[in-house]
């Protein structure tokens, strides 16, 4: 048991944890012992993966401002409070992708809102929980997965690399201003992954040549681990 | 409201009562240039729940909005004691609302997405004890979903979850929020930190703030469940220790702290309820000094600063809000008072030996000097 649940109760939140990585992720969380809240659209995907996981499952759209306080809600009534946020959800823009030419932007603004207004609107709510985790001294960290597209300009990835770029500067730029406060922030580029939404956007990439999701959410978990004080997740620290 | 309530609270003002009983008006931005080093914040970091849930008395088919107004027991958010009211909303004064349709226990409510049963009716024909029939989670969600929060007449248009959440806001046990913190930015206490005041925080479950009702009101605060981390009581012992003054945000604070709060001034952590009303009658132990919003005479939030300052120093004080027109309610200006050292006019001698052996009795600092 105790291999299995060195994370002993570390208050975790996932978004888009139905599929491919979030879904890696929370069941990597949940099996090494963390407390964990996810969050994706559909009732029916939420349930399952919460009957097979033991997870919190919670239904709403980070892409929507209206679902964003309700969500955490939910995630800190649940969990009782929050040590990590792990911004996953994200939206590819255009499918089948298109040239920014052909981008209308109806869908740059779709793929702007879940993947950086979100995780900014839902980080601000739950700031504070996190800030609350941090001051006991149990360390708080948010985790923004990235892209390498948020880097290299590749030809068709616009909407998508753009919303990833600016996340990715909002992530240091909170991190320069919550550091004090004892919140680290992260990006991660998790790699090509073998997803769905990999699927949906290199139809015909061979899946033997991409990386499991799982052997990225274990990557993860393990960045996560470091960006938190030392012995944040051991049963010392943890619950007093 | 929204954008336009937004920039008063960054405009907002403050008016400022040091021990002595002056006064100083000033912009409430200068709050993070007041406090010395020293000196601790204590805030409250409860998250508010949309408390306000309509829908129908399932016997009479009848309309009902009903306020979630104590918790039962924190550790489980399907049982609370409850206020009902008849048809209509928060366009209509409190005081003006009908009551609900007759209820007796054992009796459904449908609100929403949400099935709560009577569980029994308190002296009151609006108070009563409710149960939700679903689990945590799908209550938790269904007030999500369904839930608003409690509502102001004073405020025209509605409140959503995002006006009401204080920018500390954690752990969502609120049932109105502990409005003193719309004061709080990351801004301002960045500037404490950088000058060496401290920031404590506890989770004290503000209850409902007006029922409309002048009988029930007068039994307001309920009783309020808090919780005060190791941290914090430590924060607050070290204060003690080098002289520094503790700045209460909020009356839920204050009821938190001196509720757990022994004669030497520590605090124990932990759970707690926190009881009855604070006011001219009772001492302080741990408070030195409150930030709060501007309250009427008679209220329970003006009633405790007697626990604060003298009726002179007060009536002076009104007088003042009045005449320079202070904005009330919970998302109005700012009161910071320091507390009054009652030597020479407390209401009990033993309040003031107690004041006069503790290590915050000197009484001649003053905010902000």
């Not at chain 2, 008006?25 to 240039?33: I, P, Y």
């Not at chain 2, 009988?215 to 941290?231: A, G, K, N, S």
């Amino acid at each position: 048991m105790a291999a299995t649940s060195d994370l002993n109760e570390l208050r975790v939140a996932v978004t888009g944890g139905t599929s491919g990585l979030g879904l890696a992720l929370v069941q990597q969380l949940a099996a090494r012992g963390a407390r964990v809240a996810f969050v994706a659209r559909t009732a029916r995907g939420v349930e399952r993966i919460a009957a097979e996981t033991s997870a919190c499952g919670i239904v709403g759209d980070v892409g929507r401002k209206e679902d964003i306080y309700p969500l955490a809600l939910q995630i800190t009534g649940n969990l009782g409070g929050l040590d990590v946020l792990i911004n996953n959800a994200s939206s590819l823009g255009p499918t089948p992708l298109a040239p920014l030419a052909d981008t209308e932007c109806e869908e740059l603004e779709q793929a702007l809102a879940v993947n950086l207004l979100g995780p900014f609107r839902l980080t601000k709510a739950l700031l504070g929980a996190l800030a609350a985790s941090a001051r006991q001294g149990s360390g708080a960290a948010v985790i923004n997965i990235s892209s390498d597209a948020a880097i290299t300009p590749y030809s068709g990835w616009g909407a998508y690399g753009a919303s990833k770029a600016a996340l990715r500067h909002l992530t240091a730029i909170w991190a320069e201003e919550t550091s004090l406060d004892g919140i680290a922030f992260r990006s991660i580029d998790p790699g090509d992954m073998d997803t769905p939404l990999h699927a949906v956007a290199v139809p015909d990439a061979d899946p033997t040549t991409l990386k499991q999701p799982a052997a990225s959410a274990a990557e993860i978990i393990e960045m996560m681990l470091a960006a938190l004080p030392r012995g944040a997740a051991s049963p010392i620290t943890r619950h007093p | 409201m929204i954008a336009a309530e937004r920039a008063q609270r960054r405009s907002g003002r403050l008016v400022t009562v040091d021990a002595g009983g002056g006064l100083r008006h000033l912009a409430r931005a200068q709050l993070g240039s007041l406090l010395r080093a020293g000196d601790l914040v204590v805030a409250n970091d409860a998250a508010t729940l949309p408390a306000s849930l309509h829908g129908a008395h399932c016997t009479s088919r009848q309309p009902i909005e009903v306020r979630l107004a104590a918790w039962v027991s924190l550790q489980d958010p399907t049982r609370f004691a409850a206020i009902a009211f008849g048809a209509g909303d928060h366009r209509t004064r409190t005081e003006d609302r009908m009551l609900p349709p007759p209820m007796v226990s054992g009796d459904r409510l449908a609100l929403g997405p949400l099935v709560a049963v009577v569980e029994r009716l308190l002296d009151h024909p609006r108070l009563f004890r409710l149960r939700f029939l679903e689990n945590r989670a799908t209550v938790l969600a269904g007030l999500a979903r369904h839930g608003r929060p409690i509502q102001y007449a004073h405020v025209p248009e509605p409140l959503a979850l995002w006006d009401v959440w204080t920018r500390i806001a954690a752990d969502p046990i609120a049932l109105e929020p502990p409005s003193a913190g719309f004061a709080l930015d990351w801004r301002t206490l960045a500037t404490w930190r950088r000058r060496g005041i401290g920031l404590a925080t506890l989770t004290h479950a503000a209850g409902i703030s007006s029922t409309g009702d002048p009988t029930l009101d007068l039994r307001l605060p309920f009783d309020e469940p808090y919780r005060i981390p190791e941290r914090t009581a430590a924060a607050l012992k070290l204060v003690k220790s080098i002289g520094g003054r503790v700045v209460a945000i909020g009356t839920t604070v204050v009821r938190a702290l001196e509720s757990a709060g022994n004669a030497d001034g520590s605090v124990r952590a932990g759970d707690g309820v926190a009881r009855g009303r604070l006011g001219g009658e009772t001492g302080l132990h741990v408070v030195d000094a409150i930030l709060t919003g501007v309250h009427e005479p008679g209220d329970s939030h003006f009633e405790m600063l007697r626990a604060f300052a003298d009726d002179a120093t007060l009536n002076k004080l009104s007088a003042a809000l009045v005449a320079h027109g202070y904005r009330g309610h919970e998302f109005g200006d700012s009161m910071l008072i320091e507390h009054q050292p009652r030597s020479w006019s407390g209401p009990s001698r033993l309040a003031a030996l107690s004041l006069a052996e503790g290590p915050y009795s000197s009484g001649a600092s003053t905010i902000g000097s």
